[in-house]
């Protein structure tokens, strides 16, 4: 049962990481693409990972998980930043 | 390597001055000291209230600065690696690299943490990235993507350190925002769709932020 519902969790995260990388492909320009990035693969990650939680056996490998998350998490949104700032100011700093 | 070691060691500092505070009994003299302009990283730090005067303690501040965030690098290493003890050759080495690389930054500014704020921030912020990701998931799926991108200005009001990093970081989960850049106190969103509102938005967020943080309440911003 726990082994279903984790297979189903991390089947639902794969479509958010096909979701992200479509959005990548398809919309305009940098920072379009940075919202699909950092948010449907945010979200497509915490669910493979709470997917993979659920079939870990300890608690020690549940940590783990939560740390990878968290790491990854704080790190997409710093780099999401990041990108977006070079990309402004690359482009002359325009305003709108 | 570079690039995560600030984060560890903000995460050693956090532990340092992390105190749990739900009643509020005393969140202006605690907050205060966040509240200083950016321009002085390097003058005495004021982490806490158990932080004595300017003089003399400095090095031993330093040092257990340090101890703090070597303790800290190392339980995360132990936890990854299972305590096994061969793992120990890498995970010396990292540690005290790590724990010294942190002690060169600044200071960061004190804070402490809400039980009830963190856990209803918690909550909120699960609901509102899953809401994110489905919003530029269909976006992404649908034929023509109801794009109408923008930037908007924004002021920040929350003080310096980790309630704005907070802030800033989270905007960027919430649907259709993107901070995308910082001018001195100007936060420069960017927002998938011009139609919708952005003000009462990140407002909301900001009073989470404040309640997360035992802040007081936000003074002059509506």
Redesign the interface.
């Known amino acids: 049962m726990l082994e279903l519902l984790g297979a189903g969790l991390i089947g639902l995260g794969a479509v958010f990481f096909v979701a992200g990388t479509v959005g990548l492909l398809r919309f305009p320009d940098v920072f379009c693409r940075l919202h699909a990035l950092t948010k449907a693969d945010g979200l497509g990650l915490a669910l493979i990972a709470l997917g993979v939680a659920l079939q870990a056996g300890t608690g020690g490998a549940v940590f783990r998980i939560a740390l990878i998350w968290g790491f990854v998490a704080l790190a997409s949104a710093t780099c999401g930043h990041l990108i977006a700032r070079h990309a402004r100011q690359m482009a002359g700093g325009r305003h709108d | 390597m570079c690039?995560?070691s600030p984060?560890r060691q903000n995460a050693g500092a956090r532990v340092q001055t992390l105190t749990l505070a739900d009643r509020q009994d005393h969140p202006q003299a605690q907050a205060v000291p966040a509240l200083r302009p950016d321009t002085g990283p390097d003058t005495s730090p004021d982490t806490g209230p158990d932080t004595g005067p300017d003089t003399g303690p400095q090095r031993r501040q330093r040092l257990r600065r340090w101890l703090t965030s070597a303790l800290v690098l190392a339980v995360?290493w132990g936890?990854?690696t299972?305590w096994r003890a061969d793992a120990v050759v890498f995970g010396l080495p990292a540690v005290v690299v790590g724990a010294t690389l942190g002690a060169f930054l600044p200071p960061a500014p004190g804070w402490r943490l809400s039980l009830r704020g963190a856990l209803a921030f918690a909550l909120w912020f699960g609901v509102q990235?899953?809401r994110?990701?489905?919003?530029?998931?269909g976006?992404?799926?649908s034929p023509d993507?109801a794009?109408r991108?923008?930037?908007r200005?924004y002021p920040l009001t929350l003080p310096q350190g980790a309630p704005r990093v907070m802030f800033?970081?989270?905007i960027?989960?919430l649907?259709?925002t993107?901070?995308?850049?910082?001018h001195g106190d100007t936060l420069?969103v960017?927002m998938?769709d011009a139609r919708t509102a952005l003000e009462p938005e990140l407002a909301d967020l900001e009073s989470r932020i404040r309640a997360l943080f035992a802040l007081p309440p936000s003074p002059e911003h509506s």
């Open positions: 690039a995560t984060m995360i936890l990854l299972n990235s899953v994110g990701a489905i919003d530029v998931a976006r992404a799926f993507m794009l991108p923008c930037f200005p800033i970081n989270t960027t989960l649907p259709g993107l901070s995308a850049e910082i420069i960017h998938l």
